[in-house]
């Protein structure tokens, strides 16, 4: 009888995808419920949807990228993640597109975190339609 020694490797099972894609969903639904308590403009749908949208693009590349990897190559810069995806996964046509750059040009510098006065001042005119943004944020993120 011959001794057997097993050796046990660590292993490693990428959670980042499904967290990621959860948490986009859970971004999507909170925006679904909010009620602004004051009339004019609020930052915070666009928010919700742009963090929505970021994380389930990241989501797709977490597939094959560690997560660190995909935080460094993107930050919070929906143009580039989105540019980043397989043609298959693209589906924004040039206006649609056009209105997700407009987006992730606030949001990937907290734009619509943080109170920025320009954006009082000029009316809110660099922001994007609220309904098409989410339009777009739902041909990706599934409820």
Do not use: W
Request: glycine share 4%; proline share 5%; hydrophobic share 35%.
């Amino acid at each position: 009888m011959t001794d057997y020694v097993l050796k046990c490797e660590p292993g490693f099972y990428n959670l980042s995808p499904d967290a990621f894609h959860r948490n986009a969903k859970h971004y999507l639904k909170c925006r679904m419920d909010f009620q602004s308590p004051t009339k004019g403009i609020s930052s915070l749908p666009y928010f919700l949807l742009c963090r929505a949208m970021e994380l389930e693009l990241k989501a797709r590349h977490l597939q094959t990228l560690r997560q660190k990897v995909v935080k460094d190559q993107f930050g919070h810069n929906l143009v580039e993640v989105y540019n980043a995806l397989p043609d298959a996964d693209k589906l924004l046509s040039i206006s649609e597109f056009s209105l997700l750059s407009q987006a992730s040009a606030i949001y990937k510098n907290k734009g619509f975190e943080y109170f920025e006065p320009e954006h009082t001042l000029s009316g809110y005119s660099a922001y994007p339609n609220l309904d098409e943004l989410e339009a777009i944020v739902r041909m990706y993120v599934k409820l």
